[in-house]
Every structure is written in C-alpha cells, then in structure tokens.
C-alpha cells in the first residue's frame, strides 16, 4: 500500500512520522511523508529547536505529488497532531483530492486533543476543529480515552458509557473508533485496555500496564491499526495485531528504561509480536 502520513518530525526520538512511518514500512507498506514541523526533539522535554512549516507548503508537496501522477495509487491518508487550524484545513484538502483520485482510499485522524490527568494540551480552537470538521471526515479515528470523552461529550468511566460514546461518535462519520489507554470501572488496577468498534462489531484488548511514559507511541498504533485494517479489513483482526505490537514495542522499551520508544530496536515487533492478545467480542 502507499500511505501518505501527515504529521510532525523530529530530529531525535520518536513521535509523529518519526514514530508512525517507520512501523508501516516496516510492514512493507511505502509511506509519503509530509512533515508539519521538523523539531530537534519533542516537546515533553521542556525545550527544544526547529520551525513549524505552514499549511501552504503541505499544498505544495501534495501538488508535487499529484504532479508525478501518483495521487490515483495513494491508499490511505494519516495525520495526527494538528498544531494549528489552518495546517488542519491543509489536511482535510488533501483528504478529499486523494479520494477524489481514489474513491478507495480511506483516511485515519489520530485526533490528538489531550489527555487523562493532563487535560487538553493542544492550542485553543483545536479540539473544536477536531470534532467537528476532522473526525467526521475521518473513515477511521484513535483517540484516547479523554479525546473519545470529548469528542462524545459523554463519560467512558464504565465500558456501557465507552461503547455509548463510540456509537455518538459513529454518528458524526467514522466507520471505526480504537479507543487507546482505556480504564473503565472494571479495568484490573495492573492493567490497561484497547477498545475497538467498526461495522463488524465491537472489541477490547486488555494488555498489562507498563511503568512508563513516553511520548509517541499513541503515534504508532494508530499507524499500525491503520495499515492492518485497510489490509484485512477485519476491526477485530487489525485491533489484536497494533495492541500485540505496541505492548511489544513499550515492553522492549521499558525493559531498557529509555525514555524514548525503541522503534527501530524493536522493529521485529511490528512484524511478529513477542505476545499475541486475543480480542474479546463485546
């Protein structure tokens, strides 16, 4: 498949495509990379350099790559932080001429909003941007559980209220909805569950909580159930394969306490997972 990933970059470390490219080209997939911004770093270190890039230049690559014919073999558009409304409005358009080349392509928005314990982290006018202009030109949505929350404007405290906010969401226009970082009433205090709910039914993966935080990896499953659902199609399919994968990753990560995801040392992760969760029908 050829995805086109639209997201920031860093220099060193992993979020954004230096996190989301990589795992899908390792899959075999090839992958257009628009950056947003390039960074040194991310940002969770307090400081770092580089220059955000302005929407009109995510036009003009996208008009290069049209230019080279290739926007009609262009399968799937991704993107993930949005750090204005303007670089949004450059990736909704983008959206709509890959489907206009490609009425078979479909397009997945991380819609990165906030988060529990932190709230919204993102600049004014972008959660309302996320609800209602991305997400429901969204095949295919991952949002954590305060973006699914906010999104809905409902509470996902019990798995009834979860699956209530998927179905409110579903009603704006995703087909799909992987809810990442899960905690409802009945969620094991050592654990942490992965929710999924496409047209095909509804599913949870519960994975063991690891004691670490690191920036990125939400990036990197929602590339990785990206990539296996346009490959099978299958919510519950692409669901056991990305949580297998992104527990993998943070597990490897974890055991060599580094605050940086291991993406390219645990690469055989995103291929074979060390550890295969089985998804549970809801």
């Given at each position: 498949?050829?995805?086109?990933?639209?997201?920031?970059?860093?220099?060193?470390?992993?979020?954004?495509?230096?996190?989301?490219?990589?795992?899908?080209?390792?899959?075999?997939?090839?992958?257009?990379?628009?950056?947003?911004?390039?960074?040194?770093?991310?940002?969770?270190?307090?400081?770092?350099?580089?220059?955000?890039?302005?929407?009109?230049?995510?036009?003009?690559?996208?008009?290069?790559?049209?230019?080279?014919?290739?926007?009609?073999?262009?399968?799937?558009?991704?993107?993930?932080?949005?750090?204005?409304?303007?670089?949004?409005?450059?990736?909704?358009?983008?959206?709509?001429?890959?489907?206009?080349?490609?009425?078979?392509?479909?397009?997945?928005?991380?819609?990165?909003?906030?988060?529990?314990?932190?709230?919204?982290?993102?600049?004014?006018?972008?959660?309302?941007?996320?609800?209602?202009?991305?997400?429901?030109?969204?095949?295919?949505?991952?949002?954590?559980?305060?973006?699914?929350?906010?999104?809905?404007?409902?509470?996902?405290?019990?798995?009834?209220?979860?699956?209530?906010?998927?179905?409110?969401?579903?009603?704006?226009?995703?087909?799909?909805?992987?809810?990442?970082?899960?905690?409802?009433?009945?969620?094991?205090?050592?654990?942490?569950?992965?929710?999924a709910s496409g047209p095909d039914g509804r599913?949870?993966?519960?994975?063991?909580?690891?004691?670490?935080?690191?920036?990125?990896?939400?990036?990197?499953?929602?590339?990785?159930?990206?990539?296996?659902?346009?490959?099978?199609?299958?919510?519950?399919?692409?669901?056991?394969?990305?949580?297998?994968?992104?527990?993998?990753?943070?597990?490897?990560?974890?055991?060599?306490?580094?605050?940086?995801?291991?993406?390219?040392?645990?690469?055989?992760?995103?291929?074979?997972?060390?550890?295969?969760?089985?998804?549970?029908?809801?």
């Amino acid at each position: 498949m050829n995805i086109l990933s639209i997201q920031s970059w860093v220099a060193y470390g992993h979020v954004g495509n230096a996190s989301a490219m990589f795992p899908m080209q390792r899959l075999g997939h090839e992958v257009w990379g628009i950056h947003t911004v390039q960074f040194s770093n991310h940002t969770g270190y307090g400081a770092w350099r580089g220059q955000v890039f302005d929407a009109g230049l995510i036009r003009d690559l996208v008009d290069g790559i049209e230019e080279r014919g290739a926007l009609s073999r262009c399968d799937g558009v991704l993107s993930g932080y949005m750090g204005a409304a303007d670089i949004g409005d450059a990736i909704l358009g983008s959206v709509a001429r890959v489907k206009a080349a490609n009425p078979d392509a479909h397009y997945c928005c991380d819609p990165v909003i906030g988060d529990v314990g932190r709230g919204v982290f993102v600049r004014p006018g972008i959660p309302e941007f996320m609800r209602e202009r991305a997400v429901p030109a969204a095949d295919l949505i991952t949002p954590n559980q305060f973006e699914l929350d906010f999104l809905s404007g409902q509470s996902s405290a019990t798995l009834k209220g979860a699956l209530a906010a998927c179905d409110a969401v579903h009603a704006t226009g995703p087909r799909v909805i992987l809810v990442t970082s899960l905690h409802t009433e009945d969620t094991p205090g050592d654990s942490i569950d992965l929710l999924a709910s496409g047209p095909d039914g509804r599913y949870r993966v519960r994975t063991p909580r690891l004691g670490i935080s690191v920036n990125g990896a939400g990036d990197a499953i929602a590339a990785l159930f990206f990539v296996h659902w346009k490959s099978t199609h299958s919510t519950a399919e692409a669901l056991m394969k990305a949580a297998s994968s992104a527990y993998g990753l943070l597990a490897r990560t974890a055991a060599a306490g580094s605050r940086e995801i291991l993406t390219v040392a645990a690469q055989d992760e995103f291929v074979t997972p060390s550890r295969l969760f089985t998804p549970e029908k809801l």
